[in-house]
């Protein structure tokens, strides 16, 4: 019997603060327990609909407030973080000890899909805390300064994907031995693709840029791209990102009328969403863009701040940002 290199073993071999080990292991724990109630499916009693709605205005399901509770109490345990932001929580959540790190997540993000069994994801980034008692502008960090971002895919395998910024790396969890065992090491995102992810049923809505760039796309080999492109939507940013990080893809969620007419600057949201998803995308030799620009080196307004997200392989995004400049 013998198992490979756990979660924390990994993260110690890279040199990982032990504060920062301590935080990951919590973070390790909490999808562990998000993964059990989803696999239970109609089974448990974690699916459904709660009767509340979260900061974004949206119908709770009472997994996603399991999950943001779970998320709370093993960042506390960790003694790690000094504070928390979440897409269930309007404001920040400070937590008891000196820990030196702020956690910026969304539990459980795509939980429209748990009813219909498709895959789902919690998304996380980690954050120098400037002090013990961190305000709501110490969160406001731009992308470039995340200590580390990762995310839980709930698939058919659960499996962690994460960087500290020395690489995108994969574990997968061991049920039989309730671990995370490194599965994969330094991801490479190919540079060209031919495949993009894009909620088409928008397609009206969206800026002139975007739509000249996906009717090229759609025009395959006899358009300007001189290729024919394929097209996936999972309509769950984790596994979606999580497909790109495997074999390349380009990922977008433009800016459109509808969002704009609603005063939002994109629908994915920019702290917890669109930053740790930019890290592990570039860590991975890929590229993170709004199509004006790229998305770590955005400067924070507000919390739960929206964003345009285009990314992937970093040729494609490119291709993308040239639509724009013209
Ligand atoms: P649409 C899920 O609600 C989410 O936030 C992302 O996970 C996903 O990529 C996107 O929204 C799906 O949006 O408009 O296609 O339902």
């Not at 400037?130 to 502008?137: A, D, G, K, L, R």
């Not at 977008?252 to 669109?274: C, F, H, T, V, W």
Request: aromatic letters at 6%.
């Amino acid at each position: 019997m013998q198992t490979g290199t756990t979660l924390t073993q990994d993260l110690r071999v890279r040199g990982t603060d032990e504060a920062l080990v301590r935080l990951m292991d919590g973070v390790a724990t909490a999808s562990k327990v998000i993964a059990d109630g989803i696999a239970q499916g109609d089974l448990g009693d974690a699916l459904g609909t709660a009767e509340t709605e979260n900061v974004q205005g949206e119908t709770q399901k009472k997994l996603d407030i399991v999950s943001n509770e779970i998320f709370i109490s093993t960042a506390q345990a960790s003694g790690a973080a000094a504070g928390l932001a979440s897409e269930e929580m309007e404001d920040i959540y400070p937590l008891v000890g000196d820990g030196e790190y702020l956690l910026v997540f969304d539990p459980l993000d795509g939980s429209s899909n748990i009813d219909v069994n498709v895959s789902v994801g919690s998304i996380f980034s980690v954050l120098k805390s400037p002090s013990n008692n961190p305000t709501t502008e110490d969160y406001l960090q731009a992308g470039n300064t995340q200590v580390a971002a990762g995310y839980v895919v709930y698939g058919p395998a659960t499996v962690m994907v994460l960087t500290t910024g020395q690489g995108t790396h994969c574990y997968t969890l061991d049920r039989a031995v309730g671990e995370f065992i490194l599965s994969k090491e330094s991801l490479q995102v190919p540079q060209r693709t031919s495949e993009f992810a894009i909620n088409a049923s928008n397609q009206r809505h969206w800026e002139e840029p975007m739509q000249a760039y996906i009717a090229d796309c759609l025009a395959g080999k006899e358009g300007p791209r001189e290729r024919d492109f394929n097209m996936r939507w999972i309509a769950s940013m984790v596994a979606d990102v999580h497909r790109i990080l495997t074999r390349g893809g380009i990922f977008i969620y433009p800016i459109d009328a509808k969002l704009s007419a609603k005063n939002q600057g994109g629908k994915l949201r920019l702290m917890y969403e669109a930053n740790p998803m930019a890290m592990l995308v570039e860590q991975a030799g890929g590229a993170a863009s709004t199509g004006r620009g790229r998305i770590v080196d955005i400067a924070p307004e507000h919390l739960h701040q929206r964003v345009p997200v285009v990314l992937g392989s970093r040729d494609e995004v490119a291709e993308v940002e040239a639509y724009y400049r013209r």
